[in-house]
């Protein structure tokens, strides 16, 4: 699915009415159906009273369409006009005079904190405050009835988006944004919504598909990609019944140090779970006999140290290699690091000590060969392109090192995004229970497993993130958040890749991504 600015969407509004030949009244009556099946299905027709906060735009006129609907089919609605301005758009002083013509009475207007209504804890609030057209940060009694609303223990469903939030720019006052419990967005989700200084906002959210036009859709170039199940299916690479170990490759992991040879028997335990045809683990000297044991399937070659890699030197030929994992920051390391760097012909992935190894010695960033992928949590990438202003300007300072260094960046979080070039793909598979030790080192192999395979530097990093947050989602279904290891992630690889094509009902449980 693709990720629209606010400025694309009312552009796609505006070709939907013309192609469509329909008016934007009639478009808002859509969405406002929409908004009103979701909460017909869940409702059911139960009389809780609905508090439907309407603003003075469009996102307002949302709402007061939703309250019409709602009222005519029975419920128990209270609509609110939060009237912070007098330039109301022309849909909403529309659907203002409809849904008059149905209750006989205006809405009640709020024109400050006096008029502030009490709220049951049982209470539905919809917020319809702001949408995509907020132009400043809600100030005076409307950020006080923002607050007011997030004291309330009511639950809060945000039309479009949460009031307070834009759609691609930075948040400028946290107080004054609605905390939504459930966010329902029309066609496509927002930027903001997968941001970790935005996305704690909308909590869950829905698209709802409100039929805009279909062409500007598939053609626009978006801000971003989110990639779910159908986008992973098309990425998949089948095998063929002829095809042999050779086939997919021989992955190469180069990782561990004294008291982290854990790390490299993750990664190269994942690399083989994902696919890979043959996996070396490169290790120092202490590492061999725990390879060999417990991954048995791999080869293993040993550096001249006991306790830390010295010289990279090998004599097989890797079709792809993963390095850093649990690697230290010994200086012989770093030294190692510099040849391994010069044979660019070898797809690779940098983790862990080998990223802030080139932080530290920012002679290696010129090294490195095109079309790595480097895979840094948050710490990490803010040693490698600096500290940032906001998640924007994050987002802004990743595109200009990928860019610069010729790199594949996947920002590990919550929503994990990887950066290529100016590009942006948005993962929603994961889940906090990988917030674990090891689930990194079990990224890595992933990724280098599908470099193994011939999946080419960008897809092998957008597939594997997808794969590894499904087998951690699967995981969690199967044994909660808390008790995850990065063990049951890998363990959970077989099982991702079934339920890649699984049908849905025979989906293992837990099957619901993020979106
Ligand atoms: N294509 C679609 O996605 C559709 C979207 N719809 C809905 O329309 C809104 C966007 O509506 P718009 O009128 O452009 O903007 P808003 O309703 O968000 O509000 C604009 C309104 O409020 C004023 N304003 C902005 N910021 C502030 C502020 N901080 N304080 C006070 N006033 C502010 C601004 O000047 C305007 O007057 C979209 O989100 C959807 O909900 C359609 O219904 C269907 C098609
Ligand atoms: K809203």
Redesign the pocket.
Known sequence: MKIFSAEQ??E??KI?VEKQEIT?EA??E???IQIFQWLNRRLNGAPVPIRIFC????????GLVLGRLMIEHGYNVIVYVVN??D???K??LLNYDRIKNVTKKWPTLMKGEADFPEIGSEDIIVD?I??????????GW?KKLIQYLNESKAFKLA???PS?LYANLPLEDKEAVLKANHTLT??TPKLSFFLPETAPFVSNFDALE?G?DIEFLQTTEPLAQLISKPEAQRFYKPREKFDHKGTYGHALIIAGSYGKIGAAVLSTTSAFRIGAGMVTAFVPKCGYNILQTTVPEAMVITDKEEEFISEIAFDIEPSAIGVGMGLGKNKATVAALKVLFQKKDIPLVIDADALNNISENKDLLKLLPKNSVLTPHPGELKRLIGEWKNDYDKLEKAKKFSEKHEVVLVIKGAYTITVFSNKLYINTTGNPGMGTAGSGDALSGVITGLLSQGYDQLLASVFGVYMHGRAGDIAAGQMGYEAIMAGDVIDNLSEAYIDLFAREEETTNNSAEKS
Request: aromatic fraction near 8%; hydrophobic fraction near 35%.
């Open positions: 969407l009312y796609a509004d939907t934007t478009l808002m859509r969405a406002g603003g003075i735009g469009n996102n307002g006129g949302d912070c301005s330039k109301r758009s849909n909403f319809a702001f949408g995509i057209g907020l132009n400043r940060c809600p100030g409307v039309i479009d988006i307070g029309f066609q409100i805009l």
